[in-house]
Each structure stands twice: as structure tokens, then as C-alpha cells.
């Protein structure tokens, strides 16, 4: 569904994204990962037609995006990282302006912003003016506005960046829904569980090159099932294994206070990157 080929991005003398190749398939769920200024958002943009390379190929569902503005419109949907909905309007009002802006004809509209609307629980919210609603209803309705035109593509920059963990995993639940319709989503995120949960496979960058690929439970595997972390003078060490009765063994060696647990994805991200934190 998506092709990158060498991809690249300059600004002035910086290279925000270094030669990117990727394929996504059809009803992939596909995560984009990386400290600030890896190039995630710079990609997103690129593949939204809002940024031109400075070099390389893009096709999304056989389009060229850079010979085929309308035609790649057409199967894109995007939410991007910061609200953008006009909250001097209410739900129903920015989803009718967006399908006007598609050229939808009425009755079309009328029942796909009634169908979106119940599909992302806001039905009883229709007539209310945007700027009461909180950001996990101001995120919902965005991503009802980017499925209205029925795109084959979604694109979502820091879907659940800024929410609480409960609203954060409601919206986790609706992403996987859109799955389930065959939608091709592609997510760039901060939250490393958000990837690991929702994401059959990840890449991660690191100052605009692709570092790693593959599926979150095969990253981890590369590492070791299981890992052991002890605090030592310098900070916390840990160490990997490949089964729990080796990492038991070893834990018992140790002195001091040691937790054993099974291998995650920010535990390959730090082995990739060195960085604890994403952002």
C-alpha cells in the first residue's frame, strides 16, 4: 500500500531523513519510532504531500505522491500531531465542511457523518460547539473527519500525545478497530507501549536513518526473553537471556536488589538508540 524509496530530507545543511526505504502492506498497522528529530514527522509530512523531498520516490496505493496530488488525496486520511479542528463550529459542522471540501455529494455526507460519528462515540456531542470538548473528544472527532472520505491510508502523528491513560487506551481500542476494516494505518508515537501494543511491525530512526525493522515481539527476541536489572553505583545495568531459568540464575548471583521481567520494545529501543526516553 505504501513504497518509500530513498527517501531523503534536507534542510539547509541538515539531513532530517537519510535514505528511507519501507514497504507497509494493505491492513498494516505500522509504527514510526524515535527520539525528537529523527525524522518521524518529517516523513509523515512527506508522505501527506505537505513537505517535498529533496529526493527519492513515494507511491501509496499506486500513486505517485509527487505526479499524483488528487489521486493520492483521495486514499489518505491524516490526523495530525496538534488540533486543528475549527472550534467555532460544532462536531457536525467541521465534518460537513470536510466533506464539502471532498466533494461529497449531500446525502453521502449526511449518513457517513452519522455513521463516523456513532462509530467514535460523539453522536449525543453532534451539535455541540468543538471548543467544549475535551482532547480525547477533540482527538476522536479528528479521526472521524480523516475516515470520512473512506481513505485507504491513515496517517496518525502522535495520536494520544498529551492524554490520560484511560482516554489513551480508548483510543488504542479504536485504532485497532480500523484494522479490523482493512485500513492501512501508519502511526508515528512518544509511547513506546502505544507502539508495542497497536503495531504489527516498527521502525525506528535515529537522526533520519532507519536503525531497525521488524515486529515489536521479534525486536525484543533479538535481545532476549527476559531481562535482569540491578542498580550498581553507576546507575542500573541490566542484562539479557534467552529463558527465565537462565536470567533466575544469574539474578542470584547478585548482591544487591535485582528485578526480573520479560523483555519489552523500549528495551530494544535503548539498545538501538541509547536513549531512555523518546522525546
Same mark, same amino acid.
Given at each position: 500500500m505504501i513504497h518509500i524509496e530513498e527517501l531523503v530530507k534536507k534542510f539547509d545543511d541538515r539531513i532530517a531523513v537519510n535514505h528511507l526505504s519501507l514497504d507497509i502492506a494493505q491492513g498494516e498497522i505500522f509504527?514510526?519510532?524515535?527520539?525528537?528529530?529523527?525524522?518521524k514527522t518529517t516523513t509523515i509530512r512527506m508522505l501527506t504531500m505537505l513537505t517535498k523531498p529533496t529526493s527519492g520516490k513515494i507511491m501509496i496505493d499506486g500513486c505517485e505522491v509527487a505526479h499524483g496530488g488528487p489521486c493520492v488525496k483521495a486514499v489518505i486520511g491524516v490526523v495530525?500531531?496538534?488540533?486543528n479542528l475549527d472550534i467555532d463550529l460544532t462536531? &457536525? %459542522?467541521?465534518l460537513e465542511l470536510h466533506g464539502r471540501l471532498h466533494?461529497?455529494?449531500?446525502?453521502?455526507?449526511?449518513?457517513?457523518i452519522t455513521e463516523l460519528?456513532?462509530?467514535v462515540e460523539l453522536s449525543d456531542r453532534a451539535n455541540d460547539m468543538v471548543q467544549k470538548f475535551s482532547g480525547g473528544m477533540k482527538r476522536r472527532l479528528m479521526i472521524a473527519r480523516a475516515l470520512l472520505h473512506r481513505p485507504k491510508v491513515l496517517f496518525l502523528d502522535e495520536p494520544t500525545v498529551g492524554l490520560?491513560?484511560?482516554v489513551?487506551?480508548?483510543? &488504542? %481500542?479504536?485504532?485497532r478497530r480500523l484494522k479490523g476494516k482493512g485500513l492501512t494505518v501508519l502511526l508515528t508515537t512518544h509511547y513506546i507501549e502505544e507502539?508495542?501494543?497497536l503495531c504489527q511491525r516498527v521502525a525506528i530512526l535515529e537522526k533520519g536513518k532507519l536503525i531497525a525493522l521488524d515486529s515489536p515481539v521479534a525486536l525484543c527476541q533479538r535481545l532476549g526473553a527476559y531481562v535482569v536489572e540491578w542498580d550498581e553505583a553507576d546507575g542500573c545495568k541490566t542484562k539479557f537471556f534467552a529463558d527465565r531459568a537462565m536470567a533466575s540464575e544469574f539474578a542470584g548471583t547478585l548482591t544487591t536488589t535485582t528485578t526480573l521481567r520479560q523483555t519489552n520494545l523500549e528495551d530494544a529501543f535503548v539498545e538501538l538508540t541509547g536513549r531512555k526516553v523518546v522525546g
Open positions: 509504527g514510526l519510532l524515535g527520539p525528537n528529530g529523527a525524522g495530525p500531531q496538534h488540533f462536531a &457536525w %459542522e467541521n466533494h461529497m455529494p449531500a446525502e453521502v455526507r449526511k449518513e457517513r460519528l456513532e462509530y490520560d491513560p484511560q489513551r487506551r480508548r483510543l &488504542w %481500542e479504536l485504532i507502539a508495542e501494543s
